[in-house]
């Protein structure tokens, strides 16, 4: 088995997001966000990552703005749809020869989805990632 270099890890690790936009209006404030990566095979998993983030109104309208993402990764989103209170869609990034498929689904208060990525040479990824909203933003 091939093994991914940190800078994948950190490339796929930060393209789970929380927000996409559409119609789907997730809350403006201070959120806790956790990320878990799970990679299929091996049996130790990434421990989980966990901050919290100030999203305003104005980023949340903007999708390009709630879309974390590195400007060398030239990662495309495709086929975003949203069905009822869930948003589906396909990550294509090319330059590091990875594909994928999202699917994040919006409570309230709280979010919860799973990012599954595919890379050139066989290996699979997931992150799994979990939103709470903990109140307004305190600046």
């Given at each position: 088995m091939r093994v991914f270099t940190a800078t994948t890890f950190s490339l796929v690790?930060?393209?789970?997001?929380?927000?996409?936009?559409?119609?789907?209006?997730q809350?403006?404030?201070?959120?806790?966000?956790?990320?878990?990566l799970e990679v299929p095979g091996v049996p130790a998993d990434m421990?989980?990552?966990?901050f919290d983030v100030c999203l305003t109104k104005e980023a949340l309208e903007?999708?390009?703005?709630?879309?974390?993402?590195?400007?060398?990764a030239?990662?495309?989103?495709?086929?975003?749809?949203?069905?009822?209170?869930t948003a589906r869609w396909r990550?294509?990034?090319?330059?590091?020869?990875?594909?994928?498929?999202?699917?994040?689904?919006?409570g309230d208060t709280s979010y919860?989805?799973?990012l599954r990525m595919q890379l050139d040479h066989g290996q699979r990824l997931i992150i799994k990632y979990t939103g709470k909203w903990l109140g307004e933003c305190s600046n």
């Open positions: 690790f930060f393209l789970a997001f929380p927000a996409l936009g559409g119609s789907i209006r809350r403006p404030g201070h959120w806790q966000i956790r990320k878990q421990p989980p990552v966990t903007d999708p390009e703005r709630t879309v974390p993402s590195d400007p060398k030239n990662c495309a989103i495709r086929d975003y749809r949203i069905e009822g209170g990550l294509d990034c090319p330059s590091s020869k990875m594909t994928g498929t999202g699917e994040i689904s919006y919860k989805g799973a």
